[in-house]
């Protein structure tokens, strides 16, 4: 089987690249190389957003995160370079659509109340009919 010069040990090519998307385990899902090992853009981007949002998450209200966070987390450099700032894009478009579902779900909560309240108000109308209380 071929190997790659830049693949870690063992890695099988797929195509022109290895696998390096998150794996799902009993436990959660866990990412199969180091960050300093990663090159695939993708998985790259998606483990950077993932760091993004934990550091915010640990940071609280006033939370600050910059390019500096993600190099002290272990990744190199030049990935900091590459896909730091497309990972903080992608992880403001996360925020701005989470922030929008929660608005949108609102409403919904509020007609799904409306349709429990009508019907449990008709099965105790029914059951009062039905036992000669009205």
Known sequence: MLQSATA????????????????????GYLWPFDR????MRG???ERM????????RDGGDEAVV???DLSALGWP?????AHGKAAFAMHEVQQAGAE??????IPGRIAEAAALLLFCGAALLWAGL???AI
């Open 43 to 45: 998985p790259i981007r």
């Open 100 to 105: 929008r579902r929660r608005i949108d779900g």
């Open 66 to 68: 910059t390019l500096a």
């Open 8 to 27: 870690p040990e063992g890695s099988a090519l797929m195509g022109r690249a290895y696998l390096e998307s998150r794996i799902a385990q009993h436990d």
């Open 130 to 132: 039905g036992a000669g």
């Open 36 to 39: 300093p090992r990663m090159v």
């Open 49 to 56: 957003v993932e760091d993004i949002g934990r550091l915010v």
């Open 77 to 81: 450099q030049a990935q900091v370079e």
